[in-house]
């Protein structure tokens, strides 16, 4: 064979046909499409997305501006024991200056910082979130005549352990005798998104089965679904006071810590096209 000479692969065609030469540097481009399904809640319902599309949900096969479509909610919950304490303390001292009044509450809370180290608990969960210095005043008939300066810290702490979290708030309070006190409690959860997910699980399950009872209702038959929506905000759990509890009600109270359980609550909004039975 000669250099430079033209080499053709035979194309083996039936007897009758005439054999299709293709010209030169010609390929032949073959398209794969895949196809996903996503399954909601069990139906067997899902949203046809060809792969690597980025085509919007809502613009899916049946949910175009002129289909019907059901809209609809659920709401799910689920429970689980809080595994994080963040305890809020406060220090007030008064003398007749400012710096007596800051010195002395820098004691204090120096104090509580080697309390809740003597626990356990690391420096890097314990935050000062709140400091102020203040002249007082008294008023003898009627009269404002100044009576030294209050100081006033507040430190936040996060206990990860649960079990030694009434340890380490004996600790604090014991530790800086009448000038501590808690100004609240809260329990959260380290690692929240599971039962988050839980909750959320949940409320497109009830989502699922509101749409499947609407649309046999109505006659209809349930399309894809066109949008899928959580709802639900970021909870901001209300923090427990506990009244000022100081030194002063009982030096040796050891404090009970009970978790309990804490419910997570989430919402969806569910938007399915309707078909015809």
Same mark, same amino acid.
């Given at each position: 064979?000669?250099?430079?000479?033209?080499?053709?692969?035979?194309?083996?065609?039936?007897?009758?046909?005439?054999?299709?030469?293709?010209?030169?540097?010609?390929?032949?481009?073959?398209?794969?499409?895949?196809?996903?399904?996503?399954?909601?809640?069990?139906?067997?319902?899902?949203?046809?997305?060809?792969?690597?599309?980025?085509?919007?949900?809502?613009?899916?096969?049946?949910?175009?501006?002129?289909?019907?479509?059901? #809209?609809?909610?659920?709401?799910?919950?689920?429970?689980?024991?809080?595994?994080?304490?963040?305890?809020?303390?406060?220090?007030?001292?008064?003398?007749?200056?400012?710096?007596?009044?800051?010195?002395?509450?820098?004691?204090?809370?120096?104090?509580?910082?080697?309390?809740? !180290? !003597?626990?356990?608990?690391?420096?890097?969960?314990?935050? #000062?979130?709140?400091?102020?210095?203040?002249?007082?005043?008294?008023?003898?008939?009627?009269?404002?005549?100044?009576?030294?300066?209050?100081?006033?810290?507040?430190?936040?702490?996060?206990?990860?352990?649960?079990?030694?979290?009434?340890?380490?708030?004996?600790?604090?309070?014991?530790?800086?005798?009448?000038?501590?006190?808690?100004?609240?409690?809260?329990?959260?959860?380290?690692?929240?998104?599971?039962?988050?997910?839980?909750?959320?699980?949940?409320?497109?399950?009830?989502?699922?089965?509101?749409?499947?009872?609407?649309?046999?209702?109505?006659?209809?038959?349930?399309?894809?679904?066109? !949008?899928? =929506?959580?709802?639900?905000?970021?909870?901001?759990?209300?923090?427990?006071?506990?009244?000022?509890?100081?030194?002063?009600?009982?030096?040796?109270?050891?404090?009970?810590?009970?978790?309990? !359980?804490?419910?997570? #609550?989430?919402?969806? =909004?569910?938007?399915?096209?309707?078909?015809?039975?």
């Amino acid at each position: 064979m000669s250099e430079g000479s033209d080499v053709h692969t035979p194309i083996h065609t039936p007897p009758d046909a005439t054999p299709r030469r293709w010209p030169p540097g010609a390929g032949i481009t073959v398209v794969a499409v895949a196809v996903g399904a996503l399954v909601v809640g069990g139906t067997g319902l899902g949203l046809a997305l060809s792969a690597g599309a980025t085509t919007p949900v809502s613009t899916a096969v049946g949910c175009n501006s002129s289909q019907p479509r059901l #809209t609809v909610q659920g709401l799910g919950q689920a429970d689980g024991t809080p595994d994080v304490l963040t305890a809020v303390f406060g220090f007030s001292s008064s003398a007749a200056s400012a710096t007596a009044s800051l010195s002395q509450n820098n004691a204090e809370v120096n104090q509580a910082l080697a309390a809740l !180290s !003597s626990k356990g608990v690391a420096q890097t969960d314990v935050q #000062t979130t709140g400091l102020t210095l203040a002249p007082q005043y008294v008023y003898p008939h009627g009269v404002q005549t100044p009576n030294g300066f209050a100081a006033t810290n507040t430190i936040t702490a996060t206990l990860r352990d649960i079990k030694r979290a009434g340890d380490a708030i004996d600790a604090v309070v014991n530790a800086t005798g009448d000038a501590a006190t808690i100004n609240s409690l809260n329990f959260s959860f380290a690692n929240p998104a599971q039962v988050e997910d839980q909750a959320r699980s949940h409320a497109v399950h009830q989502a699922v089965a509101h749409a499947v009872a609407m649309a046999a209702a109505a006659g209809r038959r349930l399309g894809p679904v066109c !949008s899928l =929506t959580d709802n639900t905000q970021p909870t901001l759990f209300e923090p427990y006071a506990s009244g000022g509890l100081s030194a002063a009600n009982d030096h040796a109270a050891s404090v009970p810590v009970e978790p309990g !359980s804490q419910t997570e #609550t989430d919402q969806v =909004t569910m938007v399915y096209a309707l078909e015809h039975r």
